[in-house]
T-cell receptor
Framework: NAGVMQNPRHLVRRRGQEARLRCSPM?????VYWYRQLPEEGLKFMVY????????ESGMPKERFSAEFPKEGPSILRIQQVVRGDSAAYFC????????????FGPGTRLTVL | KQEVTQIPAALSVPEGENLVLNCSFT??????LQWFRQDPGKGLTSLLL?????REQTSGRLNASLDKSSGRSTLYIAASQPGDSATYLC???????????FGKGTLLTVNP
């Protein structure tokens, strides 16, 4: 049973470009969460999605960031007009149901903004 | 606002030693607590999950305890090995929702 998959693993963008990060949850999981780990910081919650629905995006910056989890295909975290401060590791997690079995994390995408 | 603190920030021990990592949280209204391992440049591997109604969980050489009322959890690693070297993260899930709040981790180095 494949775990949570994320791609790309490393992404380099220049300031002003767009970054698209993809996450495929574990088989059978319909809950997806995105977290960001800034250098020297702990992981911070960004957004929680179920298929075709954004449940909670309270941790996501209001500008330039968006997320989706379509009926078919992976969840996408999109960052428009990236700035150096967006450089971080972005982790996706999935769960079968929220809470009971915990969240299972992918390997992360390391975004570097030049 | 929930805050999670992990002490120590870094720990270096000789191989074979038993050790304890500490995690404290400010809001005791939690649903569960997870311990993760993070290797450099890698993702998070879930080690143990303790529900709020439980006191401890064990997996192999790992034992995690939870004292919800005092806002504390410990991760005990027996007979440490160099392969245990990693950053260990503690995260709590509040009763009201799913947002994990993480500590900054303990960087463990086990020397051969």
């Amino acid at each position: 049973n494949a775990g949570v998959m994320q791609n790309p693993r490393h992404l380099v963008r220049r300031r002003g470009q767009e970054a698209r990060l993809r996450c495929s949850p574990m088989k059978g999981h319909s809950h997806v969460y995105w977290y960001r780990q800034l250098p020297e910081e702990g992981l911070k919650f960004m957004v929680y999605l179920q298929k075709e629905n954004i449940i909670d995006e309270s941790g996501m910056p209001k500008e330039r960031f968006s997320a989706e989890f379509p009926k078919e295909g992976p969840s996408i975290l999109r960052i428009q007009q990236v700035v150096r401060g967006d450089s971080a590791a972005y982790f996706c997690a999935s769960s079968l149901r929220w809470g009971q079995e915990g969240q299972f994390f992918g390997p992360g995408t390391r975004l570097t903004v030049l | 606002k929930q805050e999670v603190t992990q002490i120590p920030a870094a720990l270096s021990v000789p191989e074979g030693e038993n050790l304890v990592l500490n995690c404290s949280f400010t809001d005791s209204a939690i649903y569960n607590l997870q311990w993760f391992r993070q290797d450099p440049g890698k993702g998070l591997t879930s080690l143990l999950l303790i529900q709020s109604s439980q006191r401890e969980q064990t997996s192999g050489r790992l034992n995690a305890s939870l004292d919800k009322s005092s806002g504390r959890s410990t991760l005990y690693i027996a007979a440490s090995q160099p392969g245990d070297s990693a950053t260990y993260l503690c995260a709590v899930s509040p009763e009201s929702n799913y947002k994990l709040t993480f500590g900054k981790g303990t960087l463990l180095t086990v020397n051969p």
